[in-house]
């Protein structure tokens, strides 16, 4: 099993652009997640998603969009990038039996920068 | 509102040693408290977590002490190597009503010298 497939690993953009992140599990799990990462801040959840068509914002979910058409991915969108969304991103998967308990699974995380 | 506060910020050891992270938090609603580890260039990985009607939980050179009326909990590293030289957050979470939504705390770099 691969478990949570992250790319790119690396971007650059500039102010305005869009791009998207994408973020595939092979683990069937039910629950996916996208956390920012950045320096002293520790881990801030953006978007989460229980299934399939559901999905529900987290702590910071400004300038991004989420959808979850099948169980496996998880694409997370930034419409006009800001400098201020230069980060870290992870996506997280788990299942529903495992979530309650705080155990997820992390990909190996996505490092962007905007110019 | 910072809900969880975590420290030191950074740890230096030496091989051997007896590391120890502290987490506080504010959030009552917290029912599970887990530990996360993580690597450079790596995402973070479950190392040990507990529920509040337990005061400690060993899995082998780890260990959580859980002070629910203090609201705090931490982890002790026993017999600490330079493999253990990693990021260490605490992330807590009201299991039941916050489906999966982990607050994490500021993180913690531990060094292992040998």
């Known amino acids: 099993n691969a478990g949570v497939t992250q790319t790119p690993k690396f971007q650059v953009l500039k102010t305005g652009q869009s791009m998207t992140l994408q973020c595939a599990q092979d683990?069937?799990?039910?629950?996916m997640s996208w956390y920012r990462q950045d320096p002293g801040m520790g881990l801030r959840l953006i978007h989460y998603?229980?299934?399939?068509?559901?999905?529900d914002q987290g702590e910071v979910p400004n300038g991004y969009n989420v959808s979850r058409s099948t169980t496996e991915d998880f694409p997370l969108r930034l419409l006009s990038a800001a400098p201020s969304q230069t980060s870290v991103y992870f996506c997280?998967?788990?299942?529903?039996?495992?979530?309650?308990?705080?155990?997820?699974?992390f990909g190996e995380g996505s490092r962007l920068t905007v110019l | 509102q910072q809900q969880v506060k975590q420290s030191p910020q950074s740890l230096i050891v030496q091989k051997g040693g007896i590391s120890i992270i502290n987490c506080a938090y504010e959030n009552t609603a917290f029912d599970y408290f887990p530990w996360y580890q993580q690597f450079p260039g790596k995402g973070p990985a479950l190392l040990i977590a507990i529920r509040p009607d337990v005061s400690e939980k060993k899995e082998g050179r780890f260990t959580i002490s859980f002070n629910k009326s203090a609201k705090q909990f931490s982890l002790h590293i026993m017999d600490s190597q330079p493999g253990d030289s990693a990021t260490y957050f605490c992330?807590?979470?009201?299991?039941?009503?916050?489906?999966?939504?982990?607050?994490f705390g500021q993180g913690t770099i531990l060094t292992v010298h040998p």
């Open positions: 683990m069937n799990h039910e629950y």
């Open positions: 998603s229980v299934g399939a068509g559901i999905t």
């Open positions: 992330a807590p979470l009201a299991g039941g009503t916050s489906y999966g939504k982990l607050t």
């Open positions: 997280a998967s788990s299942s529903g039996d495992r979530v309650v308990t705080g155990e997820l699974f």
